[in-house]
């Protein structure tokens, strides 16, 4: 059985920083991404992460202040954010794609977690 298990998130003041983590069980997968949701709003995409090279691509909303990375040896992916401010405040989203081509749309996404809440205060 498939399972994506997010963790890490919280409040957190304008310029602080957050970490999240994803474990992953059941399977293998190419690619695995982070995604969020705010109120009223799709689900957009943040970065993601090629599980053999490591290859990482991010939305310009968030590069240069969120970083994401793998663990192969725990089967777990992380989201550093770092000056976070009131726009990041969404559910995120840890997604996984079983094919390798890299995909930034959720449509793609073959399994996803349940969310974890990330509140940005002013």
């Known amino acids: 059985q498939v399972r994506l298990v997010e963790s890490g998130g919280g409040l957190v003041r304008a310029g602080g920083s957050l970490t999240l983590s994803c474990a992953a069980s059941?399977?293998?997968?190419?690619?695995m991404a982070w995604f969020r949701q705010a109120p009223g709003k799709e689900r957009e995409f943040v970065a993601l992460?090629?599980?053999?090279?490591?290859?990482?691509s991010y939305a310009n909303s968030v590069k240069d202040r969120f970083t994401i990375s793998r663990d192969n040896a725990k089967n777990m992916i992380y989201l550093q954010m770092n000056s976070l401010n009131p726009e990041d405040t969404a559910i995120y989203y840890c997604?996984?794609?079983?094919?390798?081509?890299?995909?930034?749309?959720?449509?793609?996404?073959?399994?996803w977690g349940q969310g974890t809440q990330v509140t940005v205060s002013s």
């Open positions: 059941g399977r293998t997968f190419s690619v």
């Open positions: 992460v090629n599980w053999s090279d490591g290859f990482t």
């Open positions: 997604a996984a794609r079983k094919s390798a081509t890299f995909r930034t749309n959720a449509y793609y996404y073959d399994y």
